[in-house]
């Protein structure tokens, strides 16, 4: 019912906002900057000096004639970005407003296109994905952000979801993960097949592997950074859509000439139709889970999920050299089914439920006080929480499980501009993290509530430099951490480095120290209806120890002609990782014991564009390590030791019709077997070396296509078709050992079957 209101409230939001764009647009015609400093000049009979070629692309309203000399000038200098100086003799010069430009990130595009359009890697050594130019990558229909990530050589997931991203080797809860600078705890649909963040919204990803700013902390193994669209809009626009498993829509609403609104909205088809994407992913995350098998007295049905999210950014220019941000995101998954048997001849039915949600909103002011100066203040508030009611009806008992994370951050940062190669970043960063766990049995009573509070002070500083030539980049910082939990220092060096030589190579060399207090609980039997898996907690300095790493790369490329050619080395240690944080189904499934993971490894990609053609080669080598010195097996390969992984794709390009196909391959993730011929000792499974076997090498093949065309003179439209696994390969991903009448059985967890997605969008 509460997600039924909801839905029901963000339809009432988008119809609102539709309604308000109507009486929103001004209808006035723009005109070229020219065009409007002449109009200025018989007006006030003065003169404007100004370069013809620097204006001439510039389109703006013309300000009101009731306006003043001085405050016209004001409404040029917040609409445009040049500065309007008044001299004695009645010349304006036309300055171009370098406080407006570029005391952002000194950071360029030194490969553009790295794998297909609009996906480029810059001169610190990061990745953006612009998903306003973004072309199409195989299997996606839509530019699913966390999907797109994993076309990178070393960013893999092992069990095909959005949840379980492995950046070189890491678990998951090792990422930092942020939508306009707020940190997210959950990042998933369908508790992980899709992503939570609506493509719509989201124009930018920028993905960090290592080198990583001063100013973010956590995610140790990698950042993926979304954000939203920084520039005001004066226009009103919006596209809605439909595919095979939801419906969305997305209004950008200029409120007046110096604020606009963005709103979107995506909600599952699931209360209309069930169609064969939804069907195969519903069965996809209920394998081996009570949803889909119960004991044999016990019948489940009526099974219902759901899920929407729904986000907000508003941005108020308030003067020329202040700028006012709002952020909000609401995300929600719902699962509800019944529980069935009959007692004594009497049917009894009970419902359990599923329910994941976040909830999140930011502040960002920014000022710019001279060319030289700029400070940006950020807040943030993000919530999240998974709660399980799963009813017992043999025993007549209910179980609730509840996993929640409160997080407020502060932080000030400011550049300083020395010249046009030298910057400085530098700033203070505040963070409170509450985790809460609570369990609940009703018969008999019992009830557990453990709530942890770590709080974190940060300051950092970092110079970055850009040769005159473009040639050579450097970013080099330290960030001070102090958690006061603890009474513990960290002190954390960040290094990049770039250099272009012979025209057509460039060599890149990257470092980083990085840490984090917050690590996810695996329990596969116990948690959540045994579908969402991993609750978050939080590190006490003991047992459950504060995660730090460290990590270098080198990287070597050479592009020229549409060829790409890019080889990079890394070696990555993280200490304090948990034996309950990386999903262990073998004998040390309930061990609790701390130690490291240590990971070397080399990423490639070869890429080659010809004329309409984009075709790709990556390819992964790995080789993780667990140490935990406690354990009788104190060192032995990772259980995300991929060793081998490659990515074979090709786009065409032709007008209005965009056409991928792709091949994924692996080398099979490893896994623990029983011995043969004596698997059972004491009652307990007799296992080989851990992790001394591998699944089956993992294949998948997958297509898309997106056709552009117009419904008519102001609407565009985007018919897509994509198909995940086209050759119906049944990958097994997971595989483990339970014993059963005094026998060993095997379980195994399969990936997604052919799985096909078709989507319409609007766009207006």
């Known amino acids: 019912m509460a997600i039924q209101i909801k839905q029901y409230i963000i339809v009432l939001l988008l119809s609102l906002n539709f309604s308000f764009c109507a009486f929103s647009q001004d209808t006035e015609s723009k005109q070229s900057l020219s065009e409007v400093l002449a109009l200025l000049e018989q007006r006030y009979k003065v003169q404007f000096n100004y370069a013809e070629d620097v204006v001439s692309n510039i389109l703006i309203k013309p300000p009101l004639e009731t306006l003043s000399l001085k405050e016209a000038l004001n409404y040029l200098e917040i609409h445009t970005d040049f500065l309007y100086q008044l001299t004695d003799n009645n010349m304006i010069l036309v300055i171009v407003n370098e406080a407006s430009l570029d005391l952002q990130k000194l950071s360029e595009v030194v490969v553009s296109g790295y794998i297909v359009k609009g996906i480029n890697k810059l001169s610190n050594g990061s990745f953006e994905i612009k998903v306003s130019e973004f072309d199409i990558l195989p299997g996606l229909v839509d530019t699913d952000v966390l999907q797109a990530v994993q076309a990178f050589p070393g960013i893999q997931s092992i069990n095909e979801t959005v949840s379980n991203i492995n950046i070189r080797g890491g678990s998951h809860d090792q990422n930092l993960i942020l939508w306009d600078d707020i940190k997210m705890y959950q990042s998933g649909h369908f508790f992980g097949l899709i992503s939570m963040f609506n493509p719509q919204i989201t124009q930018r990803v920028s993905l960090t592997k290592n080198g990583s700013p001063t100013e973010f902390t956590d995610g140790v193994s990698g950042t993926i950074s979304m954000e939203t669209d920084k520039d005001i809009n004066d226009k009103f626009k919006g596209n809605i859509g439909v595919n095979f498993i939801d419906a969305n829509g997305f209004v950008d609403i200029p409120v007046n000439d110096i604020s606009s609104l963005q709103v979107a909205a995506r909600k599952s088809l699931s209360d209309f139709t069930e169609t064969p994407t939804y069907n195969n992913f519903f069965e996809r995350i209920s394998q081996n889970t009570e949803v889909e098998n119960n004991t044999m007295s016990i019948t489940n049905s009526d099974k219902t999920f759901d899920f929407y999210d729904a986000s907000l950014r508003w941005i108020y220019k308030i003067n020329k050299n202040e700028i006012l941000r709002i952020n909000f995101i609401n995300v929600a998954n719902e699962l509800v089914f019944n529980e069935n048997t009959t007692i004594n001849s009497v049917e009894d039915s009970r419902e359990s439920s599923l329910s994941q949600n976040s909830i999140a909103g930011a502040i960002s002011y920014s000022k710019t006080w001279n060319t030289k100066w700029q400070t940006v203040l950020e807040a943030y508030e993000t919530d999240y929480k998974l709660k399980s009611i799963n009813a017992n009806i043999l025993d007549s008992q209910q179980f609730l499980q509840e996993n929640k994370i409160s997080e407020t951050s502060l932080k000030l940062k400011t550049k300083y501009k020395f010249n046009s190669t030298l910057q400085l970043l530098g700033g203070y960063h505040f963070v409170e993290t509450k985790v809460t766990n609570l369990d609940d049995v009703d018969t008999p009573r019992f009830r557990l509530l453990v709530s942890e509070v770590v709080r974190t002070h940060g300051v950092f500083s970092q110079l970055s430099y850009k040769s005159n030539d473009k040639k050579t980049n450097l970013a080099t910082g330290l960030r001070y951490n102090y958690i006061d939990k603890f009474s513990k220092h960290l ?101 609790r014991t701390s130690g490291s993971n240590e990971v070397r490894g080399l990423d490639f990609i070869v890429r080659k564009r010809l004329n309409n053609f984009n075709s790709w080669l990556s390819y992964s080598f790995m080789n993780s390590d667990y140490t935990f010195s406690d354990l009788p097996e104190s060192t032995f390969p990772s259980n995300y030791d991929i060793k081998h992984a490659i990515t074979l794709g090709t786009n065409y390009t032709s007008g209005k019709l965009k056409v991928s196909a792709g091949l994924n391959w692996n080398s099979g993730r490893p896994t623990t077997t029983p011995v043969d011929g004596n698997e059972i000792i004491n009652g307990e499974i007799n296992y080989n070396n851990t992790n001394s076997s591998k699944l089956k090498d993992y294949l998948r093949v997958d297509a898309s296509a997106l056709y552009n065309f117009k419904l008519s003179t102001n609407l565009n439209a985007n018919l897509g078709l994509s198909i995940w696994n086209l050759l119906n390969r049944e990958n097994v991903i997971n595989s483990f050992y339970r014993i059963n009448n005094n026998t060993v059985t095997e379980v195994q967890q399969k990936s997604l079957g052919t799985t096909p997605n078709l989507m319409f969008r609007v766009n207006f």
Do not use: M
């Open 491 to 591: 002190l954390e060096p960040r290094l990049s480095f770039s250099h272009k030589f012979l025209d057509f190579f460039s060599v890149e060399v990257l470092g980083e120290f990085k840490h984090q207090n917050s690590s996810q609980i695996i329990n596969f039997q116990n948690d959540f209806l045994g579908i969402e898996k991993r609750r978050w907690q939080l590190s006490n300095d003991n047992d459950i120890p504060v995660i730090q790493s460290r990590q270098a790369s080198l990287g070597l490329s050479y592009s020229k002609n549409g060829w790409l050619v890019s080889a990079e080395g890394y070696y990555k240690k993280i200490k304090g990782i948990t034996t309950q944080s990386q999903g262990f189904q073998n004998q040390y499934e309930f061990v």
